[in-house]
């Protein structure tokens, strides 16, 4: 059983359009995140949910949205695409943040985006 | 402001060789370090995790230590095999809750 999946895997479309990547868990986490990781490799946070609640939402241009239907699935939409969005985007969960044990994050296998 | 360092970017050895990958970290006011591994293509795979209160944690050949006090953590990979190639991240959790990453060390093993 797969226990963070993100859909689509890959994604190519073109420059103003308005797209969707889905992740969903099945570990009973509490809490999800969205990271951005770009051509350099580097992870960067995008948005933190707890039980469906925003936590984290670092600078993010507006065209991001994340939405959480229930605390097994975080999706991230993202209006007006641009060149610069091109980039592999994880989705990760985790039981909870406050830093113990149960801190551990556990990741989807990633969405590579392509803006044309 | 918390920052995560790691040296050297990229790292080659022979097979069977032990090795310490390096991670330090500017704020000593975090509550845990986690290691994971990202294999090319793929999401990552957390490794361990070390909680403030501890000084190390060990899972099979690996071994993760850390000292807050002077900000590092170090993970040490016993008789490397090519199945560790892989880029290795560290992040901390810093006391804000922020989970703040370290830009990553590429890890070659060569047969």
């Known amino acids: 059983d797969t226990a963070v999946s993100q859909t689509p895997k890959y994604l190519v479309t073109q420059m103003g359009n308005d797209k969707s990547i889905k992740c969903e868990q099945n570990l009973g986490h509490d809490t999800m995140y969205w990271y951005k990781q770009d051509s350099k490799k580097f992870l960067k946070i995008m948005f933190s949910y707890n039980n469906k609640e925003l936590i984290i939402n670092e600078t993010v241009p507006n065209r991001f949205s994340p939405k959480s239907p229930d605390k097994a699935h975080l999706n991230l939409h993202i209006n007006s695409l641009e060149l610069g969005d091109s980039a592999v985007y994880f989705c990760a969960s985790s039981q909870d943040q406050a830093g113990g044990a149960t801190d551990t994050q556990y990741f989807g296998p990633g969405t590579r985006l392509t803006v044309l | 402001k918390q920052e995560v360092t790691q040296i050297p970017a990229a790292l080659s050895v022979p097979e069977g060789e032990n090795l310490v990958l390096n991670c330090s970290f500017t704020?000593?006011?975090?509550?845990?370090l986690q290691w994971f591994r990202q294999d090319p293509g793929k999401g990552l795979t957390s490794l361990l995790l070390i909680q403030s209160s501890q000084r190390e944690q060990t899972s099979g050949r690996l071994n993760a230590s850390l000292d807050k006090s002077s900000g590092r953590s170090t993970l040490y990979i016993a008789a490397s095999q090519p199945g560790d190639s892989a880029t290795y991240l560290c992040a901390v959790r810093h006391s804000n809750y922020q989970l703040i990453w370290g830009a990553g060390t590429k890890l070659i093993i060569k047969p």
């Open positions: 704020d000593s006011a975090i509550y845990n």
